[in-house]
């Protein structure tokens, strides 16, 4: 009642006798699918302002053009400079809006656009442009954040050669590439032009084969049905599938019908980005109510559908009204004075920048909701709508919201659960294909016995049998596909050329787009996946050496040959050193059984001891010349001399360990035990190691064979053997590759053979060692009971299926070849095709894996042994340590400090008389004095210093 009662108080107001009018123009394609509906929309947009105007009057012009012709474009947009135009509206695309605005910019006429989405359409001084919908940019935001919540990693885009589309798929990329979305793979990108049929078929059949289940069509709206239509027809919208459209196609869903007034339920199920539109307005609601009256009078077969561009046209009027009025009112507007037919009136319109500012700070709540600019002329915070297309009863098919987006909000889906999907389905699709929908593909092999070899007096193209044709019949089962085989004309696998930067074989066949895939054993190597790429290993391989056994020779030394000359020496130092090592542990260590007897006779302080010491001193003899009595040393002296450790016995010790014996004879002292313990330890590992080898060249002895592994080829002493290689072969590059010198030099000196059976056939002559793919030599070689494999396998690599680079059906033949490999698939083929005889024959068995052991690969257990021998050492201080605490106090000697420099200083004059003077040699002679002297001291049962009587010439 107030708002009827306020309608009628305005109306009775008095009105101006005369408002200035002002022109604006509607500038369109005759092309231009919506012409007839904005040719009745704007007009009453014009009407609705001025009847709620009192400051300004709008007049509309419109002007029409041929869509494909820019001189048409220039003079209609000419037509309306010259009857004064102040604002322009623009309902086509990108292009048209650029190349009319480069007309009226210069003049400061601003125009306005309803769907032009390039974002940079405002380059070349395009300044005074007013954009309604929002740049590519965002709805490319929009669709991988709508990609992201479905979890659809895996698509491909369909998009026209326009800017529309191009802008699409560029902003797209970029989003992957620059923010951390590398969870996404575009599988194919197709561009089309004027959708003629045989380039949209050429054009969906690459979708097809890039096998992504999720498409985007990215088109201006004219063109969906079409491409739709063909897709249904090629298979592409069958229910796995999901295809999004932009907001062209959801913007004008009319122009999905190609027949009828009902969409084609085939299309039931697409999902689409739509430019936001509040329809809770009441402008919406009235527009809503009149258009419905105004459709019937523009079609009455089939009446448009009021879309978001003829809202945003309603609204484009009356924003530019409104900004007319605002300058109106403050006295600072003035009509162009331009024109195209006279060069002196052509200059810019006076007003056109303040009245361009007005526009973009204006506010205003349209049919669509609220208006707000940037600095540049763009909608402040656009947002789009996901919708659904499908039916709900009896209506037709419609594009129903089920979420939205905004820049702030991002993506909201509200009715998960009420989306339907192409073909009906209401789960989602996984976006992953799962199988190649029949598709024919063409597969590269040649003859490679045991992995393919053609079928003799077969004219088929799948006339090919062995290990790769029947991974193939298997692959064609389970993934749904049909193929044939071609063979290139070179019958290589590929090789490249660096002159003239090509491949030749398989690989040169698949580069130049002759087969779809090289379904051979192709060598996984890093110069091949430059060019192609490859599938996940389907058998593991490695370089070997194969070579003819010859009646054995005698070798008298045949027991050296597991340890090198190196390891032999060392050996012989070590062992002379340990017996060194014992000794002198036995002496020094104060619990060693010579330690013990010298201490004690340094230290007693019986009679006879005091004397024995006094005898020592003067008569020029050593301890171990002196008979044993009884007195402190008796313990000391109980063990037999033959028990005790000297020189020679601990050298019988350490050489009875040599060769796994024990002695009577043992260290007495913890540090001499724990390093002898240490030596038996190292015997024990140089035994086993010993034993092990000797048993492989006693074998290699057998077969006459004296190369133990390729590297020995180089450093023949014995028998000169020649070695060869396939020239040109995967082998020799790998080799020629290798960090280790020593390959490359097999390359150098190996004899190049043209084929594995010119190979053959030498290795079966004799004399001659064959490097080669290891399943060759098993399959080619091995099969005979003189032929052996030698050394181990060098350089390892793998077998995989090539396919070009960004293949489609990578994915899907790595999922299937794991599954067989988990199966044991290939295991079960290998035995099927290999020839090598189960009758005890054991030449297929690595016979030469042990090389000579070298310093190098035994240093370790020296290692060891030297860390034992600092282990003992440090046991022996610690043995002094105790054995100083344990020594008697005397007067002199309080302190266990005094105590443990008497030991050092005793141990000392001990190594100094007993060990190394020079004037002690000897045991005095029988005829002299000091002799006399000893007997009558070594028959003595007790003694007392006072009876030892020695005179002074005696002493030295």
Not at 26 to 33: V, Y
Not at 560 to 578: A, E, K, L, T
Request: glycine share 6%.
């Amino acid at each position: 009642m107030l708002r009827l009662l306020a309608g009628l108080i305005l109306l009775s107001l008095p009105r101006p006798a005369y408002t200035e009018e002002y022109t604006i123009g509607l500038l369109t394609s005759s092309q231009n699918t919506q012409k007839s509906v904005l040719e009745a929309v704007i007009p009453y947009a014009v009407d609705q302002f001025n009847a709620n105007s009192t400051d300004i009057t709008l007049k509309l012009e419109i002007a029409s053009y041929n869509g494909s012709s820019l001189y048409e474009l220039v003079m209609e947009a000419c037509k309306l400079v010259n009857k004064r135009t102040v604002a322009v509206i623009s309902p086509d695309g990108s292009n048209t809006v650029a190349q009319a605005a480069d007309v009226f910019s210069p003049l400061n006429v601003p125009i306005i656009s309803l769907v032009a989405t390039d974002p940079h359409i405002r380059r070349a001084h395009r300044d005074n442009m007013l954009l309604l919908s929002p740049s590519d940019a965002f709805q490319s935001k929009a669709i991988l954040d709508l990609l992201g919540h479905f979890r659809w990693h895996e698509i491909s885009i369909i998009a026209s050669d326009s800017n529309y589309g191009i802008n699409g798929v560029h902003y797209l990329q970029q989003l992957i590439t620059r923010r951390d979305e590398a969870k996404f793979v575009i599988k194919a990108i197709t561009f089309f032009n004027a959708v003629p049929v045989p380039l949209l078929n050429n054009t969906l059949k690459n979708i097809k084969r890039s096998l992504a289940r999720v498409i985007i069509l990215n088109c201006e709206s004219q063109y969906a049905s079409r491409v739709l239509e063909e897709a249904f027809k090629m298979g592409l919208m069958a229910r796995e599938y999901v295809w999004i459209v932009t907001d062209a196609i959801t913007g004008n869903p009319h122009n999905l019908l190609p027949q009828g007034d009902r969409y084609s339920d085939r299309y039931s199920g697409l999902i689409g980005i739509r430019l936001a539109i509040s329809k809770n307005t009441r402008g919406f609601r009235t527009l809503s109510e009149e258009f419905e009256k105004m459709r019937w009078n523009i079609s009455a077969i089939s009446p448009p559908p009021l879309t978001p561009s003829l809202v945003l046209s309603y609204d484009a009027v009356q924003i530019a009204g409104k900004g007319l009025a605002t300058l109106a009112q403050k006295n600072s507007l003035e009509q162009p004075d331009s024109s195209c037919s006279h060069v002196e009136k052509w200059a810019p319109w006076s007003a056109g920048d303040s009245y361009f500012d007005v526009l973009k700070s204006t506010s205003y709540h349209g049919a669509s909701g609220l208006w707000t600019f940037t600095e540049e002329g763009t909608k402040d915070h656009p947002g789009y709508e996901i919708v659904n297309l499908r039916r709900y009863g009896y209506d037709p098919l419609m594009f129903y919201e089920i979420g939205t987006w905004s820049e702030n909000g991002g993506l909201q889906i509200e009715q998960d659960s009420q989306i339907k999907f192409l073909g009906g389905a209401t789960k989602r699709p996984m976006g992953v294909a799962n199988s190649l929908n029949g598709e024919h593909l063409v597969l590269g092999v040649t003859d490679n016995p045991p992995f393919a070899s053609k079928i003799p007096n077969c004219t088929d193209t799948i006339c090919w049998e062995g290990i790769c044709p029947d991974v193939v019949m298997n692959l064609s089962s389970a993934l749904n596909f049909t193929y044939e085989f071609v063979e290139p004309a070179d019958k290589a696998f590929g090789r490249f050329d660096p002159e003239t930067q090509t491949w030749n074989g398989l690989i040169g066949d698949m580069l130049s787009q002759k087969t779809d895939m090289i379904t051979m054993d192709l060598s996984v190597g890093v110069e091949r996946k430059r060019y192609i790429d490859f599938t996940v290993s389907f058998m593991d391989s490695g370089i070997s050496l194969a070579m003819k056994g010859e009646s054995g020779k005698s070798d008298i030394f045949f027991f050296m040959s597991p340890f090198g000359y190196s390891v032999w020496c060392m050996i012989v130092v070590v062992f002379i050193f340990m017996g060194i090592i014992l000794n002198l542990i036995s002496k020094l260590s104060p619990y060693g059984s010579y330690g013990k007897k010298i201490h004690a006779a340094q230290v007693c302080k019986c009679e006879e001891c005091e004397e024995r010491r006094l005898a020592k001193q003067q008569l020029n003899i050593k301890f171990k010349y002196q008979s044993q009595s009884e007195c402190l040393v008796v313990r000391a002296r109980e063990e037999a001399e033959d028990e005790t450790m000297t020189f020679y016995n601990s050298l019988w010790v350490a050489g009875a360990g040599l060769v796994g014996q024990g002695t009577a004879a043992l260290p007495a002292s913890p540090s001499g035990r724990f390093i002898l313990f240490i030596w038996w330890f190292f015997i024990l590992l140089i035994i086993s190691m010993y034993t092990a080898n000797l048993t492989a060249f006693m074998t290699l002895d057998k077969i006459g064979i004296t190369i133990n592994s390729a590297k020995e080829l180089l450093k023949q002493h014995k028998k000169k053997y020649e070695w060869g290689i396939i020239e040109g072969s995967f082998v020799e590059s790998l080799l020629i590759n290798n960090v280790d010198p020593d390959f490359k030099k097999l390359v150098d000196g190996a004899v190049k053979v043209k084929t594995v059976e010119e190979g053959n056939q030498r290795v079966h002559q004799g004399g001659f060692a064959f490097l080669d793919e290891t399943p060759f030599l098993s399959y080619n070689l091995l099969g005979s009971c003189d032929i052996f494999q030698i050394g181990g396998e060098i350089q390892p690599f793998d077998y995989g299926f090539g396919l070009p680079k960004s293949s489609p059906y990578t994915e899907l033949m790595n999922t299937q070849i794991i599954k067989y490999r988990e199966l044991g698939f290939f295991d079960e083929l290998w035995a099927k095709w290999d020839k090598t005889p189960a009758d005890g024959c054991d030449s297929h068995h690595d016979v030469g894996a042990d090389e000579v052991l070298q310093m190098s690969t035994l240093q370790g257990i020296f290692l060891l042994l030297a860390l034992g021998l600092i282990i003992s050492v440090v046991l022996m201080l610690l043995e002094t340590v105790v054995a100083t605490a344990q020594d008697d106090y005397d007067e002199i000697h309080r302190t266990f400090w005094a105590k443990l420099v008497r030991r050092v200083r005793l141990k000392y004059e001990d190594i100094r008389t007993e060990w190394f003077m020079s004037s002690l040699p000897h045991r005095p002679s029988k005829n002299g004095d000091n002799y006399q002297e000893l007997l009558r001291l070594d028959s003595m049962d007790k003694y007392s210093s006072s009876e030892v009587k020695i005179s002074t010439n005696h002493a030295v």
